[in-house]
């Protein structure tokens, strides 16, 4: 079966003359800033939304800001910015999880949440008290199991 693959492909030799180009810095981009603002944006409404006890209309809310926290995320190094939005949305869907008593789900989210924090550098009183509150979040699931 080996001999029917195709041979693997070789990289040609890099040349002094050309250096190899670095790949664009996708958080620089103006795209970037305006999407993590909107998504601040968007949790602000959907935090509105529970607060109201409108939890189906923010169930919709969180679904459909889903992809736009996937792509602030998508990018290799994120910015603070929009780390924080991604893990406010991930803290909202984790709050109706917990609501509709998807406890173990609602874990697994708030689990997320505390990986991020507690990896993310450089460590700030902002991030530590994140990470802090994802602990909390994943103890109160702890106790609901």
């Not at 939890?55 to 780390?83: I, N, Y």
């Not at 789900?105 to 990896?119: D, E, G, I």
Request: net charge positive; proline share 8%.
């Amino acid at each position: 079966m080996i001999g029917c693959a195709p041979a693997p492909q070789v990289a040609p030799p890099e040349t002094a003359a050309s250096p190899p180009k670095p790949a664009a810095d996708e958080a620089a981009k103006p795209w970037y800033a305006q999407s993590a603002g909107e998504l601040a944006a968007m949790n602000g409404r959907i935090r509105a939304l529970i607060d109201a006890g409108r939890f189906q209309d923010a169930s919709a809310a969180v679904s459909a800001t889903q992809p736009l926290a996937d792509k602030l995320l998508s990018v290799p190094r994120p910015t603070l910015e929009a780390m924080k939005a991604a893990s406010d949305h991930d803290d909202l869907y984790g709050r109706l999880l917990l609501h509709d008593g998807r406890v173990g789900w609602a874990r697994m989210t708030f689990q997320k949440n505390l990986v991020r924090w507690r990896n993310w550098k450089p460590r700030t009183a902002e991030t530590e008290a994140r990470a802090r509150a994802a602990a909390d979040a994943v103890a109160e699931c702890d106790r609901r199991l």
